[in-house]
């Protein structure tokens, strides 16, 4: 009897533990229903506003890299051609020495040493042929030329009759620009003064060396009348 006792209190338990075990699944149950109640689907506008942000994003980040892009050739081109700018401005004073070694030659010079002189010429070609393959361009201004600053560098000014202000009356050195950029400008001289106010200077000078003249004469005639009396 004390054996069935137990038996039976052992099924109530296990009853006991199954009812439970469903209440728990199906409060579980609920409790997921109602979170899912709270997981709304989104609006239409909603949906809109997201994908036009995703959209703008998007955009922006395609413009990022276009633009690295182009800075990038930009930059890569840059160092092609400004990458010997140093090697090329010291490179400058060998070809000023070399034409002006060649200016100086005369031409008794040039008769005894014609070998020496045409190796130097060939040279002097050589380098200038090298200048154009790196985009080495002469800046070479003439007399007459209107002085221009961004190529031009005023070593002196002075008034030379029959010239306008700011035009150039001397080229010292050549100039050279690698480019669009100045290696280094031509060294010139350039006018002070109108043509005009120098022409009315000019004028007024020769009017006052033949007032001088015309005094100078007066006076003569005078000593020469003194005398004769």
Do not use: C, W
């Not at 092609?80 to 070399?98: H, I, P």
């Not at 070998?115 to 130097?120: K, M, P, T, W, Y």
């Amino acid at each position: 009897m004390q054996e069935q006792k137990i038996d039976n209190s052992d099924e109530t338990n296990k009853e006991d533990q199954f009812l439970n075990s469903e209440e728990e699944m199906s409060s579980g149950e609920d409790t997921v229903t109602e979170e899912s109640d709270v997981l709304k689907e989104p609006t239409y506008e909603e949906i809109i506003e997201d994908r036009d942000n995703l959209k703008d994003r998007l955009m922006r980040s395609l413009a990022d890299l276009e633009n690295l892009r182009k800075r990038s050739d930009r930059d890569r081109k840059d160092a092609e051609l400004y990458g010997g700018t140093k090697l090329a401005r010291d490179l400058l004073s060998v070809f000023d020495n070399l034409s002006r070694a060649l200016d100086n030659i005369n031409e008794e010079l040039r008769a005894k040493s014609s070998a020496l002189v045409e190796g130097l010429e060939l040279t002097q070609r050589e380098l200038l042929s090298v200048f154009a393959k790196h985009k080495i361009d002469q800046i070479e201004p003439v007399e007459g030329d209107k002085f221009d600053p961004k190529y031009h560098q005023a070593m002196f000014e002075a008034p030379v009759s029959g010239t306008d202000k700011g035009t150039i009356i001397q080229v010292m050195t050549k100039g050279f620009k690698i480019g669009d950029r100045l290696l280094r400008a031509s060294q010139v001289g350039v006018s002070s003064n109108d043509s005009s106010s120098i022409d009315s200077l000019d004028t007024k000078a020769s009017e006052k060396d033949s007032k001088v003249e015309e005094s100078e004469g007066l006076a003569k005639e005078k000593v020469k009348t003194e005398s004769q009396m």
